[in-house]
C-alpha cells in the first residue's frame, strides 16, 4: 500500500500535512534546485549519482549548506520505506527559503529542504518498441541548464507546446540549429554507428542517464562522441540507419521515430538503442535485485 509521505525540513510527515510559506523563495523566485531519482523494487537507482549533481547545483546557487541537517542517503531509503512505493520517483526540492520577499538572499538562511515518493508505471514495451515523436522548439531557456533549478517555465512552455503538437516531448534547438536537448531528457543520435550527443556544458543538463548511456556504450565496442549535431545530418541519410532517442531517468533510453513531420530511419525504434535500452535495463534490475526484463532486441 502507497502513503503519501513528506519529508519537510527535517521531519516526516503526511503530503498533505506539509505547509510551505506563501513567501517561500521556491514559490516567489523560483530560487531552488530540485531531482528526480528511480525507484525500483522499492530501492533507490544511482542515488548518489543525483546527490552528487545536488550538491553540485546548491553550490552553483551559493546554497551549499543548505543540506548539512539533513542526511538524504538515510532520509530518503527512510521515506521510500515509509511511502511504500515499488515503483516510482523519489522528488526533492532544496530552496532559500521564507522570508520577506527580497530578490537578495536572506541572512540569516534558513532554506526549505522536502521529498516525497510517488508511484509511477514504468514505461511499457508498447510505448517503447512504438518509439516517441519530437517537437523542436526554440531554446528559450536560461543560460546555466546544467543548474537542475525549479525555474522551469521555458520547458513547460515547450513541452506543452509539443503536446498541443501532438509530440511527446520537446527539442530544445539552438539558434544554429543544433540540437541541445529534450524538454526534460537528453538527446542521442546514432549515425553510422557512431552516438553522437551535446558536449557537456552550460546549455544541457548533465543527465545521470546519459552518463550512464555513454558508459555502456562504450563498454559495448561503440564510438561515443560528445560533439552537437543538426537534425539534417541525423535525418538525411536514410540508407545508413540513423537512429535518434532521448535519455532520463524516468523514460530510460527511449526511441525517437519522429521529429515533427520527419520520420527517423525506418520509422521504428533503431537497433543500437534497443540494444542499450537492454543494457541499462539490466544493469538496473540487478541493482535493486530483481529479474532483469525479457531482452527487446
Ligand atoms: N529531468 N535534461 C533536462 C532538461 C532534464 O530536465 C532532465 C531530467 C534530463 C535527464 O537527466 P537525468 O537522466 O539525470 O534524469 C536532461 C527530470 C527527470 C525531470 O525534470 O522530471
Known amino acids: 500500500m502507497e502513503t503519501e509521505i513528506l519529508y519537510l525540513n527535517g521531519e516526516f510527515m503526511s503530503l498533505a500535512e506539509g505547509l510551505i510559506g506563501v513567501e517561500d523563495r521556491g514559490f516567489q523566485l523560483g530560487d531552488g534546485v530540485y531531482e528526480v531519482i528511480k525507484v525500483m523494487n522499492g530501492r533507490l537507482v544511482w542515488a548518489e549519482d543525483h546527490l552528487e549533481r545536488l550538491s553540485r547545483s546548491l553550490v552553483e546557487v551559493r546554497l551549499s549548506e543548505a543540506l548539512q541537517d539533513h542526511p538524504l542517503p538515510s532520509v530518503l531509503p527512510e521515506l521510500v520505506r515509509r511511502s511504500g512505493v515499488e515503483q516510482g520517483m523519489v522528488y526533492i ?6 522570508a520577506p520577499r527580497e530578490f537578495v538572499f536572506p541572512h540569516p538562511p534558513c532554506p526549505t529542504v522536502l521529498a516525497y515518493a510517488r508511484s509511477r508505471p514504468a514505461p511499457t514495451v508498447e510505448t517503447i518498441l ?3 515523436v519530437l517537437h523542436a522548439v526554440r531554446d528559450q531557456r536560461w543560460a546555466r541548464c546544467d543548474i537542475k533549478s525549479t525555474n522551469l517555465l521555458a520547458a ?3 513541452k506543452e507546446e509539443a503536446r498541443e503538437a501532438g509530440a511527446h516531448e520537446a527539442l530544445f534547438m539552438a539558434p544554429d540549429g543544433m ?3 529534450g524538454g526534460s531528457s537528453n538527446v542521442f543520435a546514432v549515425v553510422d554507428g557512431t552516438l553522437r550527443t551535446h558536449p557537456l556544458d552550460h546549455r544541457i543538463l548533465g543527465g545521470i542517464t546519459r552518463r550512464r548511456v555513454i558508459e555502456m556504450a562504450r563498454d ?7 560533439r552537437g549535431f543538426t537534425l539534417d545530418e541525423v535525418l538525411s541519410p ?4 540513423p537512429e535518434l532517442f532521448v535519455a532520463a531517468t524516468l523514460i530510460d533510453v527511449m526511441p525517437v521515430v519522429r521529429v515533427d513531420g520527419r520520420v527517423v530511419g525506418k520509422g521504428r525504434p533503431g537497433p543500437v538503442t534497443l540494444a542499450l535500452l537492454d543494457a541499462l535495463r539490466r544493469e538496473q534490475a540487478l541493482l535493486v535485485g530483481v529479474r532483469p526484463p525479457p531482452a527487446l532486441t
Do not use: D, P
Request: cysteine-free; glycine content about 24%.
Open 130 to 132: 512504438g518509439g516517441i
Open 156 to 158: 513547460v512552455l515547450a
Open 179 to 181: 540540437v541541445r536537448e
Open 238 to 241: 536514410a540508407g545508413a540507419g
Open 220 to 226: 559495448r565496442g561503440y564510438r561515443v562522441e560528445e
Open 93 to 98: 526540492q532544496v530552496t532559500r527559503g521564507s
